[in-house]
């Protein structure tokens, strides 16, 4: 049971690039999010999902897409990469949506944009 | 907006003692949930306890337990008999579902373990 895996886990882009952040999750978990972590700051949402095909946007949505085609992968797209971009990205999964569910987190990828 | 505020940027504790973070949270929601999380060196964020707002009774998991004061929207963290393997950076956090189950984050709070 290998939990929430991420891949990269270190990234150097140039503005402009795009490129995809991977996650998976093998615990057959139906709620899946993405976060951002910047310094002196905690998480933010980025984009969640509660589902196959079922995506909506968090606190800091702009600049990423997300898709969710099946329930273990949920990937992470900057579609124009942006130095403001640089940061720390965590993907997590819970079993369910109520507020009490513990969700598990991945070991994150440093993005570094140029 | 809720937001979760942790003062305390740093803090520090001898080996063997105890020392107690702090957090606190704005929000007019009457049932939400409250963690607190672990991110060690290795970035990997670790479920540390959690609490349910409708409990009055304080969530203690082994050295770890709270100080949950609703009124005050209050949720202090106190770790005993602190152990090296315990520093690391603390996030206190805040979920309601009703808001796509968003889960708010404090900045954080370095704990130093001294030998």
């Known amino acids: 049971n290998a939990g929430v895996t991420q891949t990269p886990k270190f990234q150097v882009l140039k503005t402009g690039q795009s490129m995809t952040l991977q996650c998976a999750q093998d615990m057959n978990h139906e709620y899946m999010s993405w976060y951002r972590q910047d310094p002196g700051m905690g998480l933010r949402l980025i984009h969640y999902s509660v589902g196959a095909g079922i995506t909506d946007q968090g606190e800091v949505p702009n600049g990423y897409n997300v898709s969710r085609s099946t329930t273990e992968d949920f990937p992470l797209r900057l579609l124009s990469a942006a130095p403001s971009q640089t940061s720390v990205y965590f993907c997590a999964s819970s079993s369910g949506f109520t507020g009490f569910n513990e969700q598990f987190f991945g070991p994150g990828t440093r993005l570094t944009v140029l | 907006a809720q937001t979760v505020t942790q003062s305390q940027p740093e803090m520090s504790v001898q080996e063997a003692e105890t020392v107690t973070l702090s957090c606190t949270y704005d929000?007019?929601?009457?049932?939400?949930?409250l963690f607190w999380y672990k991110q060690p060196p290795s970035r990997q964020m670790i479920l540390v306890i959690r609490?349910?707002?409708?409990?009055?009774q304080n969530a203690t998991e082994n050295r770890f337990s709270v100080n949950f004061q609703k009124a005050a929207k209050s949720f202090s963290l106190k770790i005993s008999d602190s152990q090296l393997g315990d520093a690391a950076m603390y996030f206190c956090a805040y979920r309601w579902e009703g808001d796509n189950n968003d889960m708010r984050f404090g900045a954080g709070t370095r704990l130093t373990v001294k030998p």
């Open positions: 609490q349910e707002a409708y409990k009055q």
């Open positions: 929000t007019s929601e009457s049932d939400y949930y």
